[in-house]
């Protein structure tokens, strides 16, 4: 195994291999040093394609995020021509995701054969941390969801998504983009889902984004800086929720075959597993 933040390990760990596939990342929306963040995304991604360089890769499929496209306020439906800057990332997790992307691209442009793919909000079971993604699963669980905001997500199973992968290393144009989605879904929907799948209520209160600001704000002092644990409610998290990350798999249908498959089946293989584990 290779660590992102130790390039000799990464040499050692791809030697001998002819593809390579680079889906690790930091993936937290509040970190107390964001320099982690940093080092293992964006400078991690630089190492591992440099060694790969290094060590004669024919093609490296590496997973950047959809946190890396424009999305407007309108609700306009977001692809991978969306026009966006290093300005317009929230947060620290997204920054150094497009950073990353970037890096990626400008491997490509030298020679590297690099295929991108952009995952939605993958979901499903063995997400061990939890990731961001999960917590939604496993605090609705927990009957920690007693309000939601107006905002929304493409959910995409997690399982598919490493067939998209697959399909991406076999069928990817060097240097091109691929989203790799599933539903567009609002955060009201998603909860609803999970309500029909767990029997568990769903919340009807909707909070405006003010209020969500504050107890984000709140969380962050109290858990985060205080009691020096991650906090559930996050100032980004809430920023990054006034515009809803819908996008279009379209690109990947079109060149990858991808297809798209309703979430249902994976929030009942995410809610079945943390609780067979103990989340909740």
């Known amino acids: 195994t290779g660590d992102l933040r130790s390039p000799a390990s990464l040499e050692k760990a791809i030697s001998g291999c002819e593809v390579v596939f680079h889906v690790a990342a930091d993936y937290r ?15 991690g991604t630089r190492a591992l394609l440099e060694a790969a360089r290094k060590n004669g890769v024919r093609r490296i499929v590496y997973t950047s995020s959809v946190a890396t496209m424009g999305f407007s306020s309108n609700g306009r439906i977001a692809d991978e021509h969306s026009p966006v800057t290093l300005a317009d990332m929230i947060g620290h997790y997204k920054r150094s995701k497009y950073m990353a992307e970037q890096v990626a691209i400008e491997a490509g442009r030298s020679g590297q054969d690099v295929v991108i793919v952009n995952p939605s909000t ?24 007693p309000a939601y905001v107006d905002t929304g997500l493409n959910l995409v199973d997690a399982t598919e998504c490493a067939r998209g992968h697959v399909l991406a290393l076999q069928k990817g144009r060097s240097g091109e983009r691929y989203i790799l989605g599933g539903e567009n879904l609002t955060l009201k929907q998603i909860l609803d889902k999970l309500a029909a799948i767990t029997g568990l209520p769903s919340p009807s209160v909707k909070v405006p984004y003010v209020l969500a600001l504050a107890t984000g704000v709140c969380d962050e002092v109290v858990t985060g800086w205080i009691r020096g644990r991650e906090p559930r409610a996050t100032i980004d998290a809430v920023r990054m929720g006034r515009k809803k990350m819908f996008v279009s798999s379209a690109k990947a249908e079109r060149e990858l075959g991808w297809q798209i498959v309703p979430v249902d089946e994976a929030l009942r293989r995410a809610a079945t597993w943390f609780r067979a584990k103990g989340y909740a």
Do not use: A
């Open 122 to 145: 993958p979901i499903g079971e063995m997400d061990i941390k939890p990731t961001p993604t999960g917590r939604i699963v496993v605090d609705f669980l927990k009957k920690k969801f």
């Open 29 to 43: 929306l509040w970190v107390r040093d964001p320099e982690q963040m940093y080092r293992s995304n964006v400078e």
